[in-house]
């Protein structure tokens, strides 16, 4: 069963950044499509980005498009979700997971278990 753990939230301010962190234990992270989830309180999850195996294709949900980039770090066996420009609304748990593809392209459909997330708090 995949395992992946997720760090790297924070509290910071109005357009901050925070680099969040996918991990994988006990397998190889580059042969899956995985994605980056977020719940704020009261919400339902929500799909933010995900990149593909293969030729690394992303996605992102249009909210966060120009300001999130997603990528993997093969040597350190890492999902990467690069945030600047942080705004209150992004406020959230963020978890990762295995995603479907279609096509061999990612989807924000996610397969497998869920770590425990990550919070990430926008506030002045």
């Known amino acids: 069963q995949l395992q992946l753990v997720e760090s790297g939230g924070g509290l910071v301010q109005p357009g901050g950044s925070l680099r969040l962190s996918c991990t994988a234990s006990g397998f190889t992270l580059d042969y899956y499509a995985i994605g980056w989830f977020r719940q704020a309180p009261g919400k339902e999850r929500e799909g933010v980005s995900c990149?593909?195996?293969?030729?690394?294709?992303?996605y992102y949900t249009d909210s966060v498009k120009g300001r999130f980039t997603i990528s993997r770090d093969n040597a350190k066996n890492t999902v990467n979700l690069q945030m600047n420009s942080l705004k209150p609304e992004d406020t959230a748990v963020y978890s990762c997971?295995?995603?479907?593809?279609?096509?061999?392209?990612?989807?924000?459909?996610?397969?497998?278990?869920w770590g425990q997330g990550t919070q990430v708090t926008v506030s002045s």
């Open positions: 990149i593909s195996s293969g030729d690394g294709s992303t």
């Open positions: 997971a295995a995603v479907a593809t279609v096509q061999d392209m990612c989807t924000m459909m996610a397969v497998g278990s």
